[in-house]
């Protein structure tokens, strides 16, 4: 099914609505970026990583990437072994495991809700969005590379 909208220059766009079961062999995700706020009253941040969950491939994972030189553009005083500690955790956190700590016995989607949640620390997550995909593993890589490197 699609849509045909125009814009008010005239253009013509189309969008194209996928419902319950027409996605083919994609299935909903949602991500959200990890974001360092090194001096939290002052709110810039840089992004360092990017968490994705897929309910129905039963997946959450996160991948990181710190850019020192852009931090330290921020905070020449930031921790920078404290912040990658920090983001360390919550890659463990997604991967389950012994890794996880107390979040091990936990599904997926819980341990995606519990990273997602406002808080006002160091490192921080953004909104959430979604999308469709096949691969999520290869989505999280994708978004990675596309929103933090």
């Not at 609505?17 to 995700?29: K, L, M, S």
């Not at 999308?131 to 490197?149: I, M």
Request: hydrophobic content about 40%.
């Amino acid at each position: 099914m699609s849509e045909t909208h125009i814009h008010m220059a005239g253009h013509v766009t189309e969008r194209h609505i996928t419902r319950a079961g027409q996605g083919g062999d994609r299935d909903v995700f949602e991500y959200a970026l990890l974001r360092v706020v090194p001096r939290v009253e002052r709110g810039e941040c840089v992004n360092a990583g990017v968490i994705v969950y897929s309910r129905a491939r039963g997946y959450v994972g996160a991948r990181t990437h710190l850019d020192e030189a852009r931090l330290l553009a921020l905070d020449p005083a930031a921790d920078v072994a404290g912040i990658r500690a920090a983001l360390g955790a919550v890659e463990k956190v997604c991967a389950g495991g012994d890794g996880a700590g107390q979040a091990a016995g936990d599904d997926a989607g819980r341990r995606f809700r519990w990273l997602i949640a406002p808080r006002s620390t160091v490192v921080q997550p953004g909104s959430v969005h979604t999308g469709l995909t096949a691969d999520p593993a290869a989505e999280t890589e994708r978004l990675l590379d596309l929103l933090v490197r």
